[in-house]
């Protein structure tokens, strides 16, 4: 069932067949996200978020966001609580998430009106909450589900630049696929590798992060969530938050090692990080939304320059 032929209706009858018993006053189409096809439901059991998947349908992909919320939710970082989910809905023939809705202001809508303290009180507290995710360690590098699970570090790291490599164009950059390859698997091999697993959210920017009076009231979106090198992270936190807002940085990192202390080699694995995330979004936008490439491919030929 395609986003144009889901009605009302079939949203209707797919949230009782998920949630019987429940009593619905009023359904409406969200525009938020671009992985999943939204709905918010006014319920006796208050507002309700029905989600479906527009481009992965597996179901486990589903399993994987709950058990990732649900691990960062121990470590006292805000999320979302789940209500249902069906690994097939047959009202909509496809994978089925209702979880509470989160009213709020989205960070990327308020951050045009924010003035600089307010936006410095944001990343302080952004900081903190990033730190407690980091701080939820796991038992292997790779799928909080355990269906890819890695020894350490390096071995994860090779692995998902390898999967990443394999969806890139030979030319990808000047030095060319296996150029770049060579120079990511090379900074990898510096990484220590006695690392901790982390808990990392995989999306971090200003859309999955709901405001609340002007504090942040729950992180969203934890489909791309592993046990990983946690400074992965800081190649969306950078650009979404700390291209725009450089001044923030210092206060963030203060509020993160607070939290979960940098080590000595922190700004090289934060350089990495944003290397894979380049190569991450050249590849994604490459196939999904090709005018957003160059910028990141950009990007890898200015880390490449760096290594000589």
Not at 17 to 23: K, N, Q, S, W
Not at 66 to 71: G, H, K, P, Q
Not at 235 to 248: N, R, V
Request: aromatic share 8%; charged share 25%; net charge negative.
């Amino acid at each position: 069932m395609t986003e144009q032929t889901i009605g009302v209706d079939d949203v209707r009858a797919a949230l009782v067949e998920a949630c019987p018993g429940v009593r619905i006053a009023d359904i409406r189409r969200l525009d938020a996200g671009y992985t999943s096809r939204q709905w918010v439901a006014d319920t006796d059991e208050g507002p309700l978020l029905v989600k479906t998947p527009a481009r992965n349908s597996d179901p486990e992909h589903l399993r994987r966001l709950i058990a990732t919320t649900r691990r960062a939710a121990e470590g006292g970082v805000p999320v979302v609580r789940f209500r249902a989910f069906m690994p097939t809905s047959s009202s909509l023939a496809a994978p089925l998430l209702v979880q509470e809705y989160q009213d709020g202001t989205p960070a990327n809508e308020a951050w045009e009106t924010m003035d600089p303290a307010e936006r410095l009180t944001f990343v302080k507290e952004l900081g903190g909450l990033v730190g407690r995710l980091h701080s939820c360690s796991g038992p292997w590098f790779g799928d909080v589900l355990g269906a890819e699970k890695h020894p350490d570090v390096r071995s994860f790291l090779h692995t998902l630049v390898d999967s990443r490599l394999a969806e890139a164009p030979e030319d990808i950059t000047s030095a060319g696929r296996d150029g770049l390859s060579a120079a990511l698997h090379h900074a990898i091999d510096t990484v220590p590798s006695d690392g901790v697993p982390a808990l990392t959210h995989g999306d971090l920017w200003r859309q999955n992060i709901v405001l609340r009076g002007g504090r942040i009231a729950c992180l969203l979106d934890f489909e791309h969530g592993l046990y990983a090198d946690r400074f992965l992270d800081f190649g969306k936190l950078d650009e979404h938050i700390f291209d725009a807002f450089p001044q923030g940085r210092t206060a963030f990192l203060d509020a993160y090692h607070q939290v979960c202390p940098l080590p000595d080699d922190w700004a090289a694995r934060v350089r990495l990080g944003h290397a894979v995330h380049a190569l991450s979004m050249s590849v994604y936008f490459l196939r999904w939304t090709p005018g957003y490439a160059p910028q990141y491919v950009s990007e890898l030929e200015e880390w490449l320059a760096t290594r000589g």
